[in-house]
């Protein structure tokens, strides 16, 4: 039998193996027979074509090359090379490959399908009118308009994106990736309900699905239905163990107040994808919650948003190692978080000055003057400076990982931050005419509620109490209540006010600016609230305030008790997954209660 004749046999019997649906035996037999005849281009454009279905993309990638080499430009050799770049994120190259498809068919749907895919992985927002095309060309492919609503999703086009969904469902109901993204779309648009109908339909269809899994459970999370969440992640798991439903389970852990058992699943989360930023925050956070100290600062250095520095300065980082290096040094720390995030991780800079060093901080303006009067830095330099001159770099958030800090190490202490004082007589005289003494201050709110990935991820830092509920617990409380929410709806102050069963006076002007809400904190007997900057500000003047800890509690509050180790003095009011706010509210209103018939109670400062 000639080389020929064993190349055409392997073929066949490759052929026959992948019409089986037994791609390894197809791939093995289609190998034989192009090394033995590596010049037949449909066996090895076959051959690739296997290998792409194998998910083995980069080795089809290579095949599909020697084919284009060999024998020129074809417009299936190039779209399947295109799709394998694609898969392999090499979108640049991707991009070229598709052009060149489009340019030897310019009204081929699939080229402009093709095409589309790539604009919109790469984030292009040529990504729609080209799928539009290919949509116009080929109006009865699902697979194309389900392309072009997860475009219009990324765009923020949700209702067109919802349309083309069901457009593609009613053309192929069986479209797997239309189902998800429906489901995933209805999530965005906060119709929880409908997102929920439309996941256990697709699990219906499909059980093993992981994005049914995963946007039913967060659908039955967000809408207060915790312990069933749990069970649908759970089985997902078992289905489907991809990464986001391992994190997702350790979410719903955590939401339940089990932070300990929050940790596994997102460490398998973490095995399954070291790569996944979300999810080594969200296990940094919670080993920061559980006073694992060492391990969760270690783990918080990993933090998506510190990549962002990556490679901006060519100053050397500072290390643990250089902290005896720094007598005479000057460091420059980036500030990268909210005000209240930047005030909390700047107490670890005294260490650093302690050891001799100047620094230097660029950060939010508003806190120049506080930092600045604090001695907490040496030098401001402005929110997005050029680099001034400086032996070390370091991102705030980093401190403490720098510092090595350990659970068994004092806390640092919150910085002192004086309060400038005109305006503490200004406000004074605020508060003087809001009303009698003692003076009441608060808020119920923190945050913004952020954008669905935000939400999804619990990284929006979006914390909301009823103001109903909170003007409950402080009805009864003598002299004045004033609020000084940030972004005050009428609406609110209104409940609020009616549920405290008096007027409370709007100061919530004062939240604007750092420096007032610093003096204002100086001020006031009380300050009740959610974690916010206020909380910080507080902290700074040496007065305690009582934090309403929604669950799940931010790290700095720890996972439990009435205590926090970098607070002093605060005092905590949990929610509860067994009973809410209820309990935590009940004995706010007890501990107000006993300050009424306490002499002395609340000395205010006189700056």
Not at 44 to 51: E, G, P, S
Not at 591 to 598: V, Y
Request: charged share 25%; aromatic share 6%.
């Amino acid at each position: 039998m000639s080389v020929a004749e064993k190349s055409a046999r392997y073929y066949r019997r490759g052929l026959e193996s992948y019409r089986a649906g037994r791609l390894d035996a197809a791939a093995r037999d289609l190998r034989r027979a192009v090394d033995l005849d590596p010049a037949n281009a449909d066996r090895r454009y076959d051959f690739a074509v296997i290998l792409q279905e194998q998910g083995r993309v980069a080795d089809a990638a290579t095949e599909f090359r020697r084919v284009l080499r060999a024998h020129g430009e074809a417009f299936d050799v190039l779209s399947n090379l295109a799709l394998c770049l694609l898969a392999l994120r090499e979108l640049d190259e991707a991009e070229r490959v598709a052009r060149r498809a489009l340019a030897l068919a310019p009204d081929s749907p699939v080229a402009l399908h093709n095409l589309g895919l790539i604009e919109d992985a790469a984030g292009r927002e040529s990504a729609v009118a080209t799928l539009q095309r290919a949509v116009a060309l080929r109006p009865d492919s699902a697979t194309i308009r389900n392309a072009l609503g997860a475009a219009l999703d990324r765009t923020g086009d949700l209702d067109g994106a919802e349309a083309c969904f069901r457009q593609a469902l009613e053309l192929d109901p069986s479209l797997r990736a239309a189902r998800e993204n429906l489901g995933s779309v209805l999530f965005a648009l906060g119709r929880l309900a409908e997102s929920e109908a439309a996941s256990r339909e697709l699990l219906a269809r499909d059980p093993a699905s992981g994005e049914g899994h995963f946007r039913l459970a967060f659908s039955l999370l967000l809408s207060g239905r915790a312990r069933e969440a749990l069970e649908v992640a759970q089985r997902g798991v078992e289905r489907a163990p991809d990464a986001k439903l391992w994190n997702l389970l350790g979410q719903i852990h955590r939401d339940l107040g089990e932070p300990e058992r929050a940790v596994p699943p997102i460490r398998e989360a973490l095995r399954l994808d070291p790569n996944f930023a979300d999810a080594t925050l969200h296990l940094a956070t919670v080993l920061l919650s559980l006073g694992r100290f060492r391990d969760g600062w270690a783990t918080f250095r990993d933090r998506p948003r510190r990549a962002r520095f990556a490679g901006a300065t060519t100053v050397p980082p500072l290390r643990r190692e250089d902290l005896d290096d720094l007598p005479g040094k000057r460091v420059f720390i980036q500030g990268e978080q909210g005000l209240g995030d930047e005030l909390f991780f700047l107490r670890f800079a005294q260490q650093l000055r302690d050891r001799g060093a100047a620094l230097v901080y660029a950060g939010d303006g508003r806190l120049a003057r506080m930092l600045t009067a604090a001695r907490a830095i040496d030098e401001f330099a402005g929110a997005a400076p050029p680099l001034p001159a400086a032996d070390y770099f370091v991102v705030a958030g980093d401190l403490p990982c720098v510092l090595d800090d350990e659970q068994a190490r004092p806390r640092p202490a919150p910085l002192a931050l004086p309060p400038e004082a005109a305006r503490v007589e200004q406000i004074r005289g605020m508060l003087s005419a809001a009303g009698p003494e003692p003076y009441f201050a608060v808020t119920w709110q923190g945050g913004a509620a952020g954008n669905r990935w935000e939400v999804e991820q619990r990284a929006a830092l979006y914390k909301r109490i009823s103001p109903e509920a909170v003007g409950m617990a402080l009805s009864g409380t003598p002299g004045t209540v004033v609020v000084v929410q940030r972004e005050l709806r009428e609406p609110d102050l209104t409940a609020f006010s009616r549920a405290l069963g008096r007027p409370a006076p709007d100061l919530s002007s004062l939240a604007a600016d750092p420096d007032d809400a610093l003096a204002l904190m100086a001020l006031v007997d009380e300050y009740v609230g959610v974690s916010n900057t206020n909380m910080h500000l507080r902290a700074g003047v040496g007065r305690p305030g009582r934090v309403l800890v929604q669950l799940p509690a931010e790290w700095r509050w720890g996972a439990a008790g009435t205590q926090s180790p970098w607070f002093p003095g605060f005092t905590l009011y949990r929610e509860t997954a067994a009973t809410g706010w209820e309990g935590a509210l009940g004995r706010l209103r007890s501990d107000l209660g006993a300050l009424r018939s306490t002499p002395g109670a609340g000395e205010r400062a006189t700056g």
